[in-house]
């Protein structure tokens, strides 16, 4: 049973759009959620993260939401460029378990100029 | 600054062979984990390890060993390989037990087993 799903396969945009990536989780034990870029024969590169004691996490064109009761996430990206095209993976983690991150299948990116 | 590194790049393997998978980081880190991503799948936890000398299963730990003997080291091993696990191995590392602190990855083995 998934308990982190990304259930866009895909999404794509126009540059200077805003691109808006989804995240679900059934897990209410999770407190920190994390979104990774990955680059094609590249390992996967921290992007933003967010804890559950926050609504909201800006990094310059990356903004993370959390909606607890909803258990949902998402990532924005403000202006998209088309150096964003990749795979996006939201993780989640709680204590324990060495923190080890629960992985979402990934939604690909395309950013269109 | 080297980061995470992961040793092979590519292995093909035949069926029942065996083979160690390395890792090493440079960032003093304790944490460090081995996750394998399939085709159409996030990545999965296999084994982790909290610290040198220590490891525990994750979510896929059938079919594979770890040691950590030096804490800069974290060696993923395939006693009698099987098609199935064929995939893009990950390594990655982290330190500290702070939550904010994210883990970093090597850039993968891809392991083929005929």
């Known amino acids: 049973d998934q308990q982190v799903k990304q259930n866009s396969p895909s999404l794509s945009v126009q540059e200077g759009r805003i691109s808006i990536l989804n995240c679900d989780y059934t897990n209410s034990m999770f407190d920190y959620f994390l979104w990774y870029k990955k680059y094609p024969a590249e390992g996967p590169t921290f992007l933003i993260s967010?804890?559950?004691i926050k609504d909201k996490n800006e990094d310059g064109r990356f903004t993370v939401f959390l909606n607890k009761s909803a258990k949902h996430l998402s990532l924005h990206i403000v202006p998209s460029q088309p150096g964003d095209s990749a795979v996006y993976f939201c993780a989640a983690s709680r204590w324990g378990a060495g923190t080890a991150l629960i992985f979402g299948k990934g939604t690909t990116l395309s950013v269109s100029s | 600054n080297a980061g995470v590194t992961q040793t092979p790049k590519f292995r093909v393997l035949k069926t029942g062979q065996s083979m160690t998978l390395l890792c090493a980081q440079d960032?003093?880190?304790?944490?460090m984990y081995w996750y394998r991503q399939d085709p159409g799948m996030g990545l999965r936890l296999i084994h982790y390890?909290?610290?040198?000398?220590?490891?525990a299963k994750g979510e896929v730990p059938d079919g594979y060993n770890v040691s950590r003997l030096k804490k800069q080291n974290f060696l993923l091993g395939l006693e009698s390989a099987a098609p199935s696990q064929t995939s893009v191995y990950f390594c990655?590392?982290?330190?500290?037990?702070?939550?904010?602190?994210?883990?970093?990855f090597g850039d993968g083995t891809r392991l083929s087993i005929l």
């Open positions: 960032m003093n880190h304790e944490y």
């Open positions: 967010i804890s559950s």
């Open positions: 990655a590392s982290r330190g500290g037990t702070e939550r904010n602190q994210p883990q970093h």
């Open positions: 390890s909290v610290g040198e000398g220590t490891t």
